[in-house]
């Protein structure tokens, strides 16, 4: 079983950064692959981008491509999610999520706020 908890959210205005940070308890947060979803009000929470064991090839939403990246450092049982250009649409509460490969989305965290003021 894996616990996680999301850091990093906050205001920023429209075109910075922000960077969350997932970390993930437990010994085996290597053999999981991560991923990030967020949740605008009266929305249904959206798969944002996820990332393999590995680290390598990430996949993303298409409106987060190119301004979004995923990383990960096993070593830290941590997940980043480096978020730029960023745009009001991109308000929402982001939660990660942990999976085993080709299994469901299983393990949630409790949610940081992004807020992106105009």
């Known amino acids: 079983q894996v616990q996680l908890v999301e850091s990093g959210g906050g205001l920023v205005q429209a075109g910075g950064s922000l960077r969350l940070s997932c970390a993930a308890s437990g010994r085996t947060f290597s053999s999981y692959e991560m991923g990030w979803f967020r949740q605008a009000p009266g929305k249904e929470r959206e798969f944002v981008g996820f990332?393999?064991?590995?680290?390598?090839?990430?996949y993303y939403l298409g409106s987060v491509k190119g301004r979004f990246t995923i990383t990960r450092d096993n070593a830290k049982n941590t997940v980043y999610l480096q978020m730029n250009s960023l745009k009001p649409e991109d308000t929402a509460v982001y939660y990660c999520?942990?999976?085993?490969?080709?299994?469901?989305?299983?393990?949630w965290g409790q949610g940081t706020q992004v807020t992106v003021s105009s």
């Open positions: 990332i393999t064991v590995s680290g390598g090839s990430p």
């Open positions: 999520s942990a999976r085993t490969s080709g299994n469901r989305w299983a393990y």
